[in-house]
């Protein structure tokens, strides 16, 4: 009898979560919306963001961008390094594992 009451007790407690802790990223995202080849490059670094002239002038559309290759890059004068930084981000951003970050405004 007096385990009856202590289940029928703890079933009226409400769970917001089952797990009871608050979920990881309730934080807002702060990732950009628009993204195009300047945002891109900005997000990669490393010295890759030299290169937007370039890529703007000769690839022009950040779709394009997206399935450009090695030898193409190459023969825009792209050095190994940032090729293969701008190739392995293109790849992430494709699978949906990355995205460039918006900078945070200073005031």
């Known amino acids: 009898?007096?385990?009856?009451q202590v289940l029928n007790s703890t079933k009226a407690?409400?769970?917001?979560?089952?797990?009871?802790?608050?979920?990881?990223?309730?934080?807002?995202?702060?990732?950009?919306?628009?993204v195009g080849i300047p945002e891109f490059l900005n997000g990669v670094g490393n010295g890759v963001?030299?290169?937007?002239?370039?890529?703007?002038?000769?690839?022009?559309?950040?779709?394009?961008?997206l399935v450009t290759r090695t030898l193409k890059l190459k023969k825009l004068g792209i050095p190994c390094k940032h090729r293969k930084l701008i190739l392995k981000y293109t790849h992430k951003y494709r699978l949906g594992l990355w995205r460039p970050r918006a900078e945070p405004s200073k005031a």
């Open 13 to 34: 407690i409400p769970f917001s979560n089952p797990y009871g802790f608050s979920r990881f990223f309730s934080k807002s995202s702060s990732f950009i919306e628009k």
């Open 49 to 65: 963001e030299t290169h937007v002239a370039k890529l703007e002038s000769e690839i022009g559309d950040f779709q394009k961008l």
């Open 1 to 4: 009898m007096a385990l009856m």
